[in-house]
C-alpha cells in the first residue's frame, strides 16, 4: 500500500461543522449533512485529500455520500449550494 505522510495542517479560523450539521463544500458547491470525519491515517482508500481531516458528507435529502476536506467546510449562507431551507413561521 503506498501511503502518503501528511504533515498536520493549521486548524481553520472559522467554525467548522460537525456530524450531523450542514456544511457547505466549496471544493464541489454542495450542501450537505455531515456524516462523520476522520483523520486520513483511519482511511482504507485512495482519498485524494491534501488535509488530514476528510469530511463525509451526504445531501440533506438522501442520496450519494461524498467526501471533502474537512478544513475547508462551514457553515452554509443563503441559497448557497442550492440547499432549500424551511423558514421558521
Wanted: charge should be negative.
Amino acid at each position: 500500500m503506498n501511503r502518503q505522510l501528511h504533515q498536520p495542517q493549521a486548524q481553520p479560523n472559522h467554525p467548522v461543522p460537525a456530524p450531523g450539521q450542514v456544511a457547505y463544500d466549496p471544493v464541489s458547491g454542495r450542501t450537505g449533512v455531515v456524516q462523520a470525519v476522520h483523520g486520513v491515517a483511519e482511511l482504507l482508500f485512495d482519498h485524494r485529500m491534501s488535509s488530514d481531516r476528510v469530511a463525509f458528507l451526504r445531501p440533506e435529502r438522501g442520496g450519494v455520500e461524498w467526501t471533502a476536506e474537512a478544513g475547508a467546510l462551514r457553515f452554509p449562507a443563503d441559497g448557497e449550494g442550492g440547499a432549500q431551507r424551511p423558514h421558521a413561521p
